[in-house]
């Protein structure tokens, strides 16, 4: 008799507590997670936050001289998102981490620019909202700069 395996797998315990470990740490957070499992799938393959490179981008597509950085929308200010709203108290402390944060990024695209690389910003909230949005996105830009053509299917 032939037995179906419907039920779901239960997430192991590791599993789990890597997954709250990345929610500490400002690198692999979820989002990104759910950005770099979405583009897999579509065979967009990548390589994770190269040190050599500015700004060390989260996603980097060598093949397409290509690289995103997944940005959380408060420690990087996303103009206009709810979650970029500043907390109440010493708001200059905040104001100043941010912008200081918001210069660097400014500079670390500037520097792959001139090293040859495009960039591309995406934020969290934008992932959590629509991750297939996001891929096309990413397809999009790949192909402006790409002769080659890609055949993935972002979206079911
Ligand atoms: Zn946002």
Same mark, same amino acid.
């Given at each position: 008799?032939?037995?179906?395996?419907?039920?779901?797998?239960?997430?192991?315990?590791?599993?789990?507590?890597?997954?709250?470990?990345?929610?500490?740490?400002?690198?692999?957070?979820?989002?990104?997670?759910?950005?770099?499992?979405?583009?897999?799938?579509?065979?967009?393959?990548?390589?994770?936050?190269? +040190?050599?490179?500015?700004? #060390?981008?989260? !996603?980097?597509?060598?093949?397409? &001289?290509?690289?995103?950085? @997944?940005?959380?929308?408060?420690?990087?200010?996303?103009?206009?998102?709810? +979650?970029?709203?500043?907390? #109440?108290?010493? !708001?200059?402390?905040?104001?100043? &981490?941010?912008?200081?944060? @918001?210069?660097?990024?400014?500079?670390?695209?500037?520097?792959?620019?001139?090293?040859?690389?495009?960039?591309?910003?995406?934020?969290?909230?934008?992932?959590? &909202?629509?991750?297939?949005? @996001?891929?096309?996105?990413?397809?999009?830009?790949?192909?402006?700069?790409?002769?080659?053509?890609?055949?993935?299917?972002?979206?079911?």
């Amino acid at each position: 008799m032939e037995q179906h395996k419907t039920a779901k797998i239960k997430t192991p315990p590791s599993e789990q507590k890597s997954r709250m470990m990345s929610q500490v740490r400002t690198k692999g957070t979820s989002p990104e997670l759910a950005l770099r499992s979405a583009l897999h799938s579509d065979g967009i393959r990548f390589r994770l936050h190269r +040190k050599d490179l500015p700004g #060390k981008p989260d !996603i980097v597509l060598p093949k397409y &001289k290509f690289v995103i950085f @997944v940005h959380g929308c408060f420690w990087h200010h996303h103009e206009g998102c709810i +979650k970029s709203n500043m907390p #109440k108290t010493n !708001i200059d402390f905040w104001q100043n &981490k941010i912008a200081a944060n @918001v210069r660097r990024d400014k500079t670390n695209q500037g520097d792959l620019t001139k090293l040859g690389w495009q960039t591309l910003v995406v934020w969290e909230c934008d992932i959590k &909202k629509d991750v297939c949005g @996001v891929v096309k996105r990413v397809i999009d830009e790949l192909h402006v700069n790409c002769a080659e053509k890609l055949n993935p299917s972002p979206c079911p």
